[in-house]
DNA sequence: CGAAGGCTTGAGACCGCTCAAGACCCGTGG
DNA sequence: CCACGGGTCTTGAGCGGTCTCAAGCCTTCG
């Protein structure tokens, strides 16, 4: 693999590869590619076939299906240590989603073929996949849950209560447009619903900047 | 197990167990459990600590997240060959759908520990599981693109052109509500967006039987 | 044949969407 | 460092699709 040799020692210590022994992990790297993304470059379009597995290094890559007049709905907003690419895993599929790095980002992208041929030689790497693969249904379900059964003011709600804080302050990681769409919201419902909450004395807004002044009160909207 | 002979050989020759040998075959009868579902019984409920993996033998199974007033959001319908409870794959984590039961139902559960020495032991097996989960995830991201992008009566019709037909009648599998409730609506919108079909001479109701009189022009609707 | 549950139909309200315009923010280049 | 400009966000007004509540009907099954 084109691999710079600190990449992979930065690798070896990663939860997907550090259950492995070193041969393993050697072989590994020599089948995967290392991938790099600039800002808003694409990874794969829905209707190709990317026909490739891909972990996430560092950076963000954005899943989301485009819609009529430039929209989109966003599925997933994918972190450092996430496996997606899984319709590589089923044959003659075709990407259902667009990927989108929303920054500069690394990658690792397997070929479906191998990760079948990895599973049999590396046991630790399919427990992994397996592992990664359960997180994103059960995260999947969840965002069904709330989009389903929350109004827009709760969702919001319960998305900020998610974001690390520091302080009592957080920051919005993505364009407003982008996590709204991913609420299931419009950008303007989005908006008032962030000023009700203001309004409210829960929080306050500037720009991507929110203050949560009472964590209880918004955790007690979700009931 | 307490598995039946003639269960164990209809078993054999399913698609999850019949690229691997006859020993790791009986190993993996041996560690899994064969249960039996009446109908309506509940296989697991948001909340518990079910720890196991199933395999769905016969039947079918509704995976929901229980709501107020005894309403429900439905996630999944799951048929024969189907895998779920992922969260046995996750060490401490809950059940966060309720598994119910729609009618008599078979099932082949795996303590999630033995799922992953099964994993070392039974590449193909591991294979199975990963091509199965990647299906899960690409359903669960084409039900949200509907839910998200379609208008209701454009979410029933893909739902009737999904249904096997024989000659140009199809029949609703599941009580209309829980289908609505798949689709994220309300029972009511759900039978008045049919009679609307209805009244636009694309279909015929009565009861749960449903003739499809023109699939063209019902496909044209989803655009 | 009767009862219970599921489905349909109607009326009305409301939440979130659409369309439109203006304000703000931030990165860029001078 | 500042001014500019484009893109992003906010705010307003009005609409409409879906939900809610309430009866009545139909089917099914005991």
Redesign the pocket.
């Known amino acids: 693999m084109n691999m710079p040799k600190d990449v992979q020692h930065k690798l070896a210590t990663h939860p997907l590869f550090d259950g492995m022994g070193r041969s393993q992990q050697n072989w590994l790297f020599t089948v995967g590619e290392s991938i790099s993304l600039a800002k808003h470059e694409y990874l794969f379009r829905r209707g190709e076939q990317s026909g490739r597995l891909y972990v996430l290094l560092s950076g963000h890559i954005k899943l989301s299906i485009p819609a009529e007049?430039g929209q989109e709905k966003v599925l997933e907003f994918l972190s450092p240590g996430d496996v997606f690419g899984e319709s590589a895993l089923l044959t003659n599929h075709l990407a259902i989603t667009d990927a989108q790095a929303l920054g500069p980002s690394e990658l690792l992208a397997f070929q479906g073929k191998d990760v079948m041929v990895a599973v049999t030689r590396v046991p630790s790497f399919a427990q992994q996949i397996l592992t990664n693969l359960s997180q994103r249904v059960e995260t999947l379900f969840r965002d069904m849950e709330s989009t389903s059964l929350?109004?827009?003011?709760?969702?919001v709600a319960e998305y900020l209560l998610r974001q690390p804080r520091v302080g009592n302050q957080a920051k919005?990681p993505?364009?407003?447009?982008?996590?709204?769409s991913k609420l299931?919201?419009?950008?303007?419902?989005?908006?008032?619903?962030?000023?009700q909450l203001a309004a409210d004395g829960l929080i306050s807004?500037?720009?991507?900047r929110v203050v949560i002044h009472d964590a209880d009160k918004l955790q007690a909207m979700l009931v």
């Open positions: 007049r929350l109004s827009a003011a709760q969702r919005l993505f364009h407003k447009r982008a996590i709204a299931g919201l419009q950008p303007e419902t989005f908006s008032r619903s962030l000023q807004v500037r720009g991507a």
